[in-house]
């Protein structure tokens, strides 16, 4: 049996004195990992000047598979929920990475695609992540992965 404190001292990392309980040490030890997750996400996709959250639109209007999406779909596959959504077609727009189109029939309608060049940029996107994804994870194993994942779906 290993001793959780064996692997990361979090009163260390943020430079308390105060001994935290385990509780509270494995919230701030879950919002450590996410922060360094995000960094390193944010480190791949820096050559392509996109964000996490703009990735994660190109990657769900790719899933789409050619059938126009909403904001409302969109908004409710994101990873990150979030009301700016139309922000962030916008930048996609702005780049030629997505095509944004009001419905002819009702003009309250929007229909969202991913371009051509939306989809090759996103091939090579898809690299730099898996890589990231790679680097972060290459000290367990595949059934440690699995474990892990049976762990958080108990959120």
């Given at each position: ?14 430079k308390?004195?105060?001994?935290l309980g385990?509780?509270?040490k ?10 360094k ?11 392509f000047e996109v964000?996490?959250q ?16 909403n904001?409302s ?5 994101m ?16 780049k ?14 929007v ?5 051509l060049k939306?989809?090759k ?5 898809d ?12 000290t367990f194993?595949e059934?440690?992965?699995v474990q892990l994942n049976?762990?958080l779906?108990?959120?």
């Open positions: 049996m290993y001793n959780y404190c064996d692997y990361m001292n979090v009163e260390k990392t943020i308390t004195e105060k001994s385990l509780k509270s494995s919230i701030i030890h879950l919002l450590l990992v996410h922060n997750i995000n960094e390193s996400a944010h480190i791949a996709l820096k050559p964000s996490l703009q990735f994660n639109v190109l990657r769900i209007l790719r899933g789409q598979k050619g059938t126009p999406a904001l779909t969109i908004n409710e596959r990873v990150t929920k979030m009301s700016n959504t139309s922000r962030l077609v916008d930048k996609l727009v702005t030629s990475l997505v095509n944004r189109m009001t419905c002819e029939n009702n003009r309250r309608k229909e969202i695609t991913i371009t939306g989809l940029a996103l091939d090579k996107m690299v730099a992540i898996t890589l990231s994804e790679n680097e972060l994870l290459k194993t059934a440690e992965l049976q762990l779906n108990q959120f």
